[in-house]
């Protein structure tokens, strides 16, 4: 008797300390911008699982947006427009990364996720900051006071390096659509949006993260399904 409550108790153990496991995840999206959670193992796994599905798709996707962009290119170079950009030579997309670390009790998952939530919300607020004052003022703003012959050089500077940042968020978005067709069920892929996360996401970002929370939840309703009528074309 005293052996059995004895195996009882070191199985209740195990399943305790299994429950106060939790996996602090450091989440890059395609575009290098982090996010950080707290996840017990079988969601990191599930994350894990969904990452290594997009990096062995990532290549094929990108070859196709590739070969789409230089038809493009070349027939309007032939067309004799010079304007169209050519597809960019530097990195801009790249598969999701994860980096993780096993935390064991529940002070040590909420100690680190404080610590690592300060960290990204402090880099995320200086990104934002970065992006609004290009926006307000390097961006088109800026290139519309260049009216003097001494400012061509400077404004054809800035007009390149707006178009070159158009072109590859442009391009990134068509990566993901061309991923989320590769991808089972059609998963969309999703980003980590920036915005100040004291003065909260402005409306433009607000409505990008409602259309992608609209996506997710569409992929998990086909998803459903399809395992749905998996089960019962089984059952038969």
Known sequence: MLKHLTALALICAAVLCRAQIQVGVQLFDMYGTEAVMLMDRDQFNELRAEITEETRVFRKAFANVKKQWDTQYKEAVKAG???????????????????????????????WLTKQAARVDAAMAAKAKQIEAYNKGAGGAIISGYSGRDDKKARRKAEKKEMELATMEHLGEMVEVEMATL???????????????????????????????????AYRKRKAEAEAALGEAGEE
């Open 81 to 111: 427009n010079r304007d169209f950009p050519k597809f960019p030579s530097k990195k801009f997309i790249e598969p999701r990364k994860i980096k993780s670390k096993t935390l064991t009790t529940e002070k040590a998952a909420n100690e």
């Open 183 to 217: 991808l089972k069920y059609n998963r969309p892929v999703p980003r980590n949006f920036v915005y100040d996360p004291v003065a909260g996401a402005s409306k433009q970002v607000s409505e990008l993260i409602a259309k992608q929370n609209e996506a997710l939840e």
